[in-house]
């Protein structure tokens, strides 16, 4: 079974791994000890694309449906604020990915200050998925896959295919980890900062897509012992070189932030001491996802 889902699993698991080492020494101890589960349980949010169709909305926000009542500045950023102003079926029709992380990241400081050490490395991995997921423009806008520009499939070249190729030449040591005062602002900064990428992801594949002949921009690759019709070696380099490092850039603040958030949440819970916890061998079953045979729910933009 062939899964593209955001970031691709590949990319979120390079992500969460990486954040780990610009963990200030307090936490990293406890993050290093446990860096296979939070690396693994990094797609868990994808695989529940699967089998939960409340899952989808927390992964994207699509920008321009706000804009057709007022600009997309005065919407609240407290949730309770926005399901004010506009009902709750239709922020999750249009996505909520910034307060997606906000929630995340409570839980994550109520498992701290509960010292559950399972939910810790369950709320860490999967506030990490959130955060890279904001972190990438095409989840920030209504033309999610190039379907109304005509580039169907652009969604998972940008994410899935470009990290896939490319990412082990990328420098993915971001330094240490900073506090987050706000959150739910700082999620919110980093939505507008993808939002504002967006054009340049779609009009730079456009103009190339006029350079290239049909038959040199598609061809069969091997992925996960499949050959699959995607994008052609050449046509990826073409798009990854005229996109100037873009997707380099957005995994380095995406490895940063995350770890921010981490130190953060850390920091808010009361820094509890992490510095002697022995490894966890797993986490609770019921958290198991198996998405074999499952079709995903929702959006197919990764597929």
């Not at 699993?9 to 296979?36: E, G, R, T, W």
């Not at 033309?143 to 520009?149: A, D, I, K, P």
């Amino acid at each position: 079974m062939l899964i593209l889902t955001s970031w691709g699993f590949f990319a979120h698991k390079k992500i969460n791994h990486y954040a780990v080492f610009a963990l200030p020494a307090q936490l990293a101890k406890f993050y290093k000890s446990n860096i296979d589960l939070i690396t693994e349980k990094a797609v868990d949010p994808d695989k529940r694309c699967f089998t939960d169709s409340a899952e989808g909305p927390r992964h994207f926000i699509d920008l321009e449906d706000y804009r057709k009542e007022s600009t997309v500045d005065s919407i609240p950023i407290h949730w309770s604020q926005a399901k004010e102003k506009f009902q709750e079926t239709q922020l999750l029709k249009n996505g909520i990915v910034p307060w997606q992380i906000n929630f995340t990241y409570q839980k994550l400081v109520r498992a701290f200050q509960a010292k559950d050490y399972k939910r810790i490395i369950k709320h860490s991995a999967e506030l990490g998925h959130y955060i890279a997921d904001a972190h990438v423009p095409l989840h920030t806008t209504k033309n999610y896959n190039g379907q109304l520009t005509h580039q169907q499939g652009i969604h998972a070249f940008w994410e899935s295919r470009l990290p896939e190729m490319f990412s082990e030449k990328y420098n993915l040591r971001v330094g240490k980890a900073n506090y987050i005062k706000d959150p739910l602002a700082e999620a919110w900064t980093i939505v507008h900062e993808s939002n504002r990428l967006v054009d340049s992801v779609l009009s730079i594949e456009a103009r190339l897509n006029r350079q290239f002949k049909a038959s040199q921009k598609k061809s069969f690759i091997e992925r996960n012992n499949q050959l699959v019709w995607t994008y052609s070696d050449s046509y990826a380099r073409a798009y990854h070189e005229a996109m100037n490092g873009m997707v380099e850039r957005r995994m380095q603040k995406t490895i940063l932030r995350v770890a921010s958030y981490w130190y953060s949440a850390w920091l808010e819970s009361g820094q509890p001491d992490l510095t002697n916890i022995e490894k966890i061998k797993g986490t609770d079953k019921q958290d198991h996802i198996d998405i074999t045979g499952k079709k995903r729910i929702g959006r197919e933009e990764w597929m």
